[in-house]
Structure formats: C-alpha cells, structure tokens
C-alpha cells in the first residue's frame, strides 16, 4: 500500500508558481511507494470587484520579493494592463475541467505562464477558454464544466479535503502515513533537502 504526499496549491498562487519546477522535480525523484496527490486550495472566492490599491501594492510586493528569493521571473505590466480580481476558484475549477480531460498539470502551467508572463488575467472566464483553446481541448466541454455543478461539487471536495488537512498556507507538502499527517518544509531550490526530509520521516514512522 501506498503512502501519501499531499501538494495542496492554488494556480494563481505566486509561491505555487515559484515552487511549480522545485515540486515537478520532487515527483521524478520520490520513491515509488509514495503517492503524489495535488488539492486544490482555492486562496480566493470569484468576485468582480477590482483589488484595493492597497493590496495591490502588497501583492507587486510580494512578487518582487519572490523573485529575490527564487528566482522565478514575473511580468509586471500585469498591474498595468489587466483589472485585477482577488478571485481564484474560477482558475482552480479550469484546472478541474482540464483534468477530466487528462490535462491538469498543462492547465495549471497555462495559467501560470499567461498570469505571471503574459500579463493576463485567469480570474476571467475568457483568458481560460483562450487556454483551454491553446491545448487544444474540447473547448465546448470545458466552457460548459467550467459553469457545472459537478465541477462545483468537485472543487467543493477538493476545499473539504485541504480542511481536513489542516493546511492554511499555500504551497503545503502534507504526507500521510495511516492517519497521521507530517507537513513537509518547503524550501525553494532545494528538492533534494525537501526529499531527504520525506526520506527521513519515511524511515521514521514505517519501521
């Protein structure tokens, strides 16, 4: 029986998106009795009204600041040329309708390259059908999942299952050995500090 390493993340988050090449890393080099299972967190409700300028003040902050510590690269004539929303969850559902089609890690690559590179806006509905269009999906199937109930109750499940595990913070390593759970310290470009730490605690909590 497999154990579990949860990656619990948000495509529009700028630490998701800076830890997205340290964590595709991880996977190639765990072992193969760990099973790799990404949430959805979702770090912000879908609302129309423009951000505050002082947060968005904050968030360029931050972005600066990720690059400083990373090294991830960002476009900042996002703040200039988009209308920016505090809204996730409608990005976090395309990641849900691209994985019925077996296109979840490209989704959330797409969305991380047009929202920190290109310069637009994944909290609208038309830059994801634009995305979903780019990957070549079944673009009628994907807008009509995007506004489903199914694809609400998924992503519903998907927030039930980040409480349950009791992460607040986005990106989080969970790994679950029977019921317990052991969060997993993340550090940006050091994989293999982040693998000896699971390695560790693996050899720990088995025998």
């Not at 990656?7 to 997205?20: E, G, I, L, N, R």
């Not at 951000?51 to 090294?71: C, L, N, R, S, Y």
């Not at 790994?175 to 293999?192: D, M, S």
Request: proline share 3%.
């Amino acid at each position: 029986m497999k154990n579990k390493l949860y990656y619990v993340h948000d495509p529009m988050c700028s630490w998701c998106y800076a830890f997205k090449k340290d964590f595709d890393n991880l996977k190639k080099k765990l072992p193969n009795n760990i099973e790799v299972i990404t949430i959805l967190g979702g770090l912000a409700k879908e609302t129309n009204e423009i951000m505050p300028k002082e947060m968005q003040e904050k968030i360029q902050a931050v972005w600066h600041d990720i690059e400083k510590f990373t090294g991830a690269k960002f476009n900042h004539d996002f703040w200039r040329l988009c209308k920016p929303r505090r809204s996730t969850y409608l990005a976090c559902k395309a990641v849900l309708c691209a994985k019925e089609q077996k296109m979840e890690d490209e989704m959330i690559n797409a969305i991380q390259k047009a929202y920190y590179l290109e310069a637009k806006n994944p909290s609208d509905e038309e830059t994801l059908i634009s995305l979903a269009k780019e990957l070549e999906l079944d673009v009628e199937n994907f807008s009509n999942d995007l506004k489903s109930q199914r694809i609400e109750q998924l992503f519903q499940k998907e927030l039930e299952k980040r409480r349950e595990l009791k992460v607040f913070n986005f990106p989080s390593l969970i790994l679950q050995y029977k019921k317990e759970l052991y969060p997993i310290a993340i550090e940006y470009n050091n994989v293999n500090n982040i693998l000896k730490h699971i390695e560790n605690l693996s050899s720990n909590i088995y025998f």
